[in-house]
């Protein structure tokens, strides 16, 4: 370990604006990107894994409701209706991560598009002002993908089936295994008519569908998406 020497100052001018150095030097800057971007992968990646995580345990929670729902006939329908609340709680855990894990997403694709792509094939860099971008978000980051988009993509790409078998098992499970009586008194659950339940439902499937199809304005650069020519990487 190096020895600190006795008269360092770390509130010097000089050791306070060390880092500015590496504005002026090409090889300081490129060596301080490479670290960036690493880090910023490892952010990226690590919130990544928690999306997956909560999306696995819905995905456990709806396949377990499911089974144990249609293991009897004398299973009361409205486990399935829990379990969309249930559902609904884990996407709005999603949603929160999913807004902080486009922080750090935004962040690589920045790099990504304006430096080694760059480096890879000169072209220019798509965004010129990609360096004052970068800097203002590492003083004062921000989320940059609001509730609504972030509802919406983990519904559209996850929640949205899965809450769309659970509605189609509540209506199976109503009819299927319903006594003598109608379908509309079956549904009832306690003291709550059957007319009430079926339309809270029924608001609540249309309202989920109106989110997860709604036309957004942002497109998020670095999804996914199928381009031509993706024949010459096979």
Known sequence: MTDIPPD?????????EIAGEAAT?????????????????????????????TTNWAVVVTATLL?????????????????????MIFLWIEVRR???YDI???????LEENVFANALDPEGAVQSNWRQLLSEDFREPTIKI?????????LRRVYFPLISVLVGA???????????????????VGAIPGEAVLLGVGVFYGAVLLLAFYPSGRQAKGELQSEPG?????
């Open 230 to 234: 993706a024949e010459q990487w096979k």
């Open 25 to 53: 030097d090409r090889s300081d800057f490129l060596s301080l990107m490479g670290h960036t971007y690493r880090g910023e992968l490892a952010r990226m990646t690590s919130w990544r894994t928690r999306i997956d995580r």
């Open 104 to 110: 750090w997403r935004s962040r690589v694709r920045l």
């Open 170 to 188: 509540w209506v199976v499970r109503l009819t299927v295994f319903g006594s003598l009586t109608s379908v509309v008194a079956a549904a009832g």
């Open 98 to 100: 999913y807004r902080v």
């Open 8 to 16: 360092f100052d770390p509130e010097s001018p000089e050791e306070r």
């Open 67 to 87: 089974t144990w729902a249609f293991s009897a006939d004398s299973r009361p329908h409205y486990i399935l209706l829990i379990g969309m609340a249930m559902v």
């Open 146 to 154: 609001s509730a609504v988009e972030a509802t919406s993509r983990r």
